[in-house]
């Protein structure tokens, strides 16, 4: 006799933020979770990451290529996912800035914003020379490791070079990622400042998952303001 089949699971609605495609997706499952556990118990950001875009593609229905989702993809999906998972509230301990007590609050998932800004992904670099910006891949952040080992300046390049989505001239359109890592380098090395704070103002906008929490706290009765940023910050 075979085993019956748990959780019909229901189906909810989600719009992917980058792309604007409206998609359905069911909660995960133990199976799922087992996953996620033990991706957080090695602590290792790309193993985390991996099993986050698994378990999310796993849960959705459609065509949903994990590695066509940028960051901010990832980490409002997984958040939205989780809600319907586990609670549809976080609870978070945060230390007061005066007394560094700490203050349990609750975090409603429906107020997280995730907002992404209209911005202009063509950037004319010179008269007959433009740049054609992209949100990048969370794959393409992942696998070169650049959150992790280098300095900020370093990261702030390699990310850069990742947002890059093709360079124009009056002849012909250069795939920014067929480029070697050294000529990627040295185009972005050649820029003036005008023309690179042009680029970076891109990389700026790049959306996150932010939510302010003001408190008092229990101890001190200081009034904390405290902005959380990314999904570390809510997890």
């Excluded at 949903?64 to 978070?92: A, H, N, P, W």
Aim: negative net charge.
């Amino acid at each position: 006799m075979a085993l019956p089949k748990l959780n019909n699971s229901p189906k909810y609605d989600l719009v992917i933020p980058s792309s604007q495609q409206k998609i359905r997706f069911r909660p995960y499952l133990v199976k799922e979770e087992k996953i996620l556990m033990l991706a957080m118990e090695s602590e290792d950001q790309k193993q985390i990451f991996e099993a986050i875009a698994d378990t999310i593609e796993a849960c959705c229905d459609g065509d949903v290529d994990k590695r066509k989702l940028t960051t901010f993809d990832i980490e409002y999906m997984f958040v939205q996912l989780r809600s319907k998972s586990v609670g549809e509230s976080i609870t978070l301990n945060l230390k007061c800035a005066e007394c560094d007590h700490s203050n349990e609050n609750v975090v409603k998932v429906d107020d997280i914003q995730m907002t992404v800004p209209k911005v202009d992904m063509k950037l004319d670099i010179t008269n007959d020379i433009s740049i054609e910006m992209m949100w990048p891949p969370y794959t393409a952040i992942l696998d070169d490791n650049i959150l992790e080992g280098t300095s900020e300046t370093e990261q702030t390049f390699k990310l850069l070079s990742k947002c890059i989505n093709a360079v124009l001239t009056d002849d012909e359109r250069i795939v920014f990622k067929d480029e070697s890592e050294k000529d990627q380098m040295e185009f972005i090395e050649s820029l003036n400042t005008e023309q690179f704070n042009k680029i970076r103002g891109v990389l700026e906008k790049m959306p996150t998952m932010q939510h302010t929490i003001e408190y008092k706290c229990t101890k001190c009765e200081h009034d904390n303001s405290v902005t959380l940023r990314g999904m570390s910050d809510f997890f």
